[in-house]
Structures are given as C-alpha cells and as structure tokens.
C-alpha cells in the first residue's frame, strides 16, 4: 500500500510537461527557417530581362559613342602633331567616356523608367531568387553589349584613315618642298606647285608646296575694282564667289573670319582703331590685297577641284604633258584666275606625276611663267623626269 502510494504520478501533469519540452525543442529549430518563396513564372523572367536590359543599352551607347568621338578626335588632331599613339588616344576617350557615364548616369536611368516598361510583378522575396538575379545580370550584360554595338554605328561616319593620311603629308612635305624648290631654280618659273590628287575624289587635288611670286599692287587693284565693282569696298560674299570661280572651295563664313583677322591685324600695325560694321560690312582695298596674298597665292594649303577643260584635267586625262604659250587667248585657260588674283599668267607647264605600279595619276608639278620668256623642250623634259622621281617618291 505505502509503496503504491509513493511510487503514482498523475499522468496529465506529466503529459502536459511533455508537451511543452517538445514544443519548445520544435520552435527552437525552426525560428530561422523562412518559407521558400514560389517559383517565377517564365514570363516574368522575360519582363524581369527585358526591363534590367533596356537602360544598360543607353549606358553602353553613349560610352561607346563618346569614346569613339573623343579618341578619333585626339587620334586624329593631336595624334600626328604631338606623337600621340592610337592606342593613348583610345584610353583618353575612355576616361571621358567614363567620365559622363557617371555624370549623365542618372538620367539615362530615369529616361529607362519613364519609357513604361512592363512590371515583371516579382515579390521581394523571388528577387533574391538565384534564377531571377541570373536573368537580370544577362539582361545587363545583353543590353550593354548591344548598346556597343549600336555605338558603333559612328565608326561609319568618321575619317578613320586621316590620322594615316596627315602622318603621311607631314612625311612628304620636306620632300614637296625640295621638290618645288629645286624646279623653281632649275626651271626658272615665277610659280611652282607641287599638287596630290585627294584619293578620296580623283576631282579634287591639293598643295603644301608652292613658290608663288605675290601679285603687284597695280594687278591687285585692278582684281579689287573687278570684284568690288560699283562699291568702295568688297564683301565677303563677293570674295568668296570670286573664288570659288578659280576652284578653290570655301564659305561665305571662313572667309568673313579671315578677313576680319588681316583687317584687326593691319590696324595693330597701323595703330588705329575702327568700329565693328554688320554683317554685310565692305572691306577695303589693304584687306582684300592681304587676304590674295596670304590665302590665294601664299596658303600653306591649297584644296581645289580640277576644273573641267582646264590644263591640269588635260594633263590629267591625257597622263602626258601639257605645254602652253603663251595662254591669253588658249581656250584651256581660266581667265578668270588672272581676274580674281591678281596674276598675270603668261605661259604654262603642267607634268602629271604617274604611278609606275597601276599607271594612275597620283599628282601634277605645275609651272607658270618662265623668267626667259618660255618654256624649252629641255624644261619639258627636266619637270618629266622630277615627276617620274616625284612618283617613286610617293610609292614608297
């Protein structure tokens, strides 16, 4: 009896202990775990990509825009005159490049949003997902790529080879020079030039090389007067049309700027002051006669187009040299140049340079104006052979 008595234990109690021990050991193992969050359907995913796509194909636009821009642009006026290599240039435009990523950043991201791009509607909880943050960083990837590539599209519009092409004029002007200079003394011409036919339009032809007596002040006046016309002085308008008629290609704008210049110029050498006219302002007879020697007669370079019929297209045309004396009333000639200059051509010479490898004219070596009168056979034959020169030259 005393033994029953001691040994009984209320069984509810007991349980209910039970119970509770197990409810705290279950709480305690699972306080941490959180319920995994559903699945993404697939064409969440797509909006998810699409949407994490669209602003990383701004960003990759403008960094390849703007580093294609300023490395050509470095490359391409810096590169030759300081030595710059291409590959310097290309790292400075990506430091600019970067540059207005960081600064117009912002802005290409709210113009993304502002687009109205469709709600992928994916909990806070998928986001995390790793499916989900792997199709948003191919969607990175993919827009900025494709970005690129669309960048690209401005290496269409640009002068890739001109850093070449300056290299190789810088190169052939000591060259051109001598050229020029040994025909002016052996010859005996009043003007030597030395043209290049631009290899990007066979139409037009260009010089660094030129030995050009400047016009007299009689024969300037008489040019300023036929320009000028009724009016006391010339427009740049009128300039620029009298000009352009001789070949040489400019704009009303290039030539108002220049002219302005010589006249500033010309009132510090005289120590006078004058007011600013408008627009269609009128120069004077000293500003005109400047600008025919520096730009005209003088230019360090000449851009002009071949004008049809003229003694460079025939020399051209035919690959042989072209001789005339005198040429006032040769039908070849261009009155008009000894009109607009202020020279007075008497006699010509003009010898195309030949390719000897395809027989292409690369250039011609024109003379103008024998001191002795005219040109000799033995002149003909002497400017043929610094062509033929001139061309191994220019092969090499």
Same mark, same amino acid.
């Given at each position: 009896?005393?033994?029953?008595?001691?040994?009984?234990?209320?069984?509810?109690?007991?349980?209910?202990?039970?119970?509770?021990?197990?409810?705290?050991?279950?709480?305690?193992?699972?306080?941490?775990?959180v319920?995994?969050?559903?699945?993404p359907?697939?064409?969440?995913?797509?909006?998810?990509?699409?949407?994490?796509?669209?602003?990383?194909?701004?960003?990759?636009f403008m960094?390849?825009?703007?580093?294609?821009?300023?490395?050509?642009?470095?490359?391409?006026?810096?590169?030759?005159?300081?030595?710059?290599?291409?590959?310097?240039?290309?790292?400075?435009?990506?430091?600019?490049?970067?540059?207005?990523g960081?600064?117009?950043?912002?802005?290409?991201?709210?113009?993304?949003?502002?687009?109205?791009?469709?709600?992928?509607?994916?909990?806070?909880?998928?986001?995390?997902?790793?499916?989900?943050?792997?199709?948003?960083?191919?969607?990175?990837?993919?827009g900025?790529?494709?970005?690129?590539?669309?960048?690209?599209?401005?290496?269409?519009?640009?002068?890739?080879?001109?850093?070449?092409?300056?290299?190789?004029?810088?190169?052939?002007?000591?060259?051109?020079?001598?050229?020029?200079?040994?025909?002016?003394?052996?010859?005996?011409?009043?003007?030597?030039?030395?043209?290049?036919?631009?290899?990007?339009?066979?139409?037009?032809?260009?010089?660094?090389?030129?030995?050009?007596?400047?016009?007299?002040?009689?024969?300037?006046?008489?040019?300023?007067?036929?320009?000028?016309?009724?009016?006391?002085?010339?427009?740049?308008?009128?300039?620029?049309t009298?000009?352009?008629?001789?070949?040489?290609? $400019?704009? &009303?704008?290039? +030539?108002?700027?220049?002219?302005? %210049?010589? @006249?500033?110029?010309?009132? =510090?050498?005289?120590?006078?002051?004058?007011?600013?006219?408008?627009?269609?302002? $009128?120069? &004077?007879?000293? +500003?005109?006669?400047?600008?025919? %020697?520096? @730009?005209?007669?003088?230019? =360090?370079?000449?851009?002009?187009?071949?004008?049809?019929?003229?003694f460079?297209?025939t020399?051209?045309?035919?690959?042989?040299?072209?001789?005339?004396?005198?040429?006032?009333?040769?039908? =070849?000639?261009n009155?008009?140049?000894?009109?607009?200059?202020?020279?007075?051509?008497?006699?010509v010479?003009?010898?195309?340079?030949?390719?000897?490898?395809?027989?292409?004219?690369l250039? =011609?070596?024109?003379?103008?104006?024998k001191?002795?009168?005219?040109?000799?056979?033995?002149?003909?034959?002497?400017?043929?052979?610094?062509?033929?020169?001139?061309?191994?030259?220019?092969?090499?």
């Open positions: 009896m005393w033994l029953s008595s001691v040994c009984r234990i209320p069984r509810a109690p007991r349980v209910a202990r039970l119970h509770h021990q197990l409810g705290r050991r279950v709480h305690t193992q699972t306080a941490g775990v319920p995994s969050a559903p699945q359907r697939f064409s969440q995913l797509v909006k998810h990509g699409f949407a994490a796509a669209v602003p990383m194909i701004g960003f990759g960094d390849q825009l703007v580093m294609i821009t300023v490395g050509d642009h470095i490359d391409a006026n810096l590169g030759a005159t300081l030595g710059i290599h291409t590959l310097t240039a290309a790292a400075l435009g990506q430091v600019v490049s970067d540059t207005s960081v600064l117009f950043g912002q802005v290409i991201e709210n113009i993304g949003q502002k687009v109205g791009l469709p709600s992928s509607k994916l909990t806070a909880e998928q986001m995390k997902l790793p499916r989900v943050l792997g199709v948003r960083t191919a969607g990175m990837a993919l900025v790529a494709s970005g690129c590539f669309l960048g690209m599209i401005s290496l269409y519009f640009l002068d890739l080879d001109k850093r070449a092409k300056e290299e190789k004029i810088q190169g052939l002007e000591p060259l051109m020079k001598s050229m020029v200079d040994s025909c002016h003394q052996l010859i005996g011409a009043e003007h030597c030039h030395l043209w290049l036919v631009d290899p990007t339009d066979p139409e037009y032809i260009w010089s660094r090389a030129m030995t050009t007596a400047p016009p007299s002040t009689e024969n300037l006046q008489k040019a300023f007067g036929y320009i000028a016309g009724s009016s006391e002085g010339v427009t740049a308008h009128k300039l620029m009298a000009v352009f008629a001789i070949g040489r290609e $400019t704009n &009303a704008e290039n +030539v108002e700027k220049q002219l302005i %210049r010589i @006249e500033k110029d010309l009132e =510090l050498q005289s120590n006078s002051v004058r007011s600013d006219l408008n627009q269609d302002r $009128t120069f &004077a007879f000293e +500003v005109f006669a400047e600008y025919m %020697r520096q @730009e005209v007669t003088a230019g =360090l370079e000449i851009h002009t187009r071949v004008r049809p019929g003229g460079k297209h020399a051209i045309q035919t690959k042989k040299t072209v001789l005339r004396d005198p040429v006032v009333r040769d039908p =070849l000639f009155k008009m140049h000894n009109l607009v200059t202020g020279l007075r051509t008497r006699n010479l003009v010898s195309p340079i030949i390719s000897l490898k395809t027989g292409q004219v250039g =011609l070596i024109e003379m103008a104006n001191f002795d009168d005219s040109f000799s056979q033995g002149d003909v034959r002497t400017v043929e052979l610094m062509a033929k020169h001139t061309a191994l030259f220019l092969e090499k």
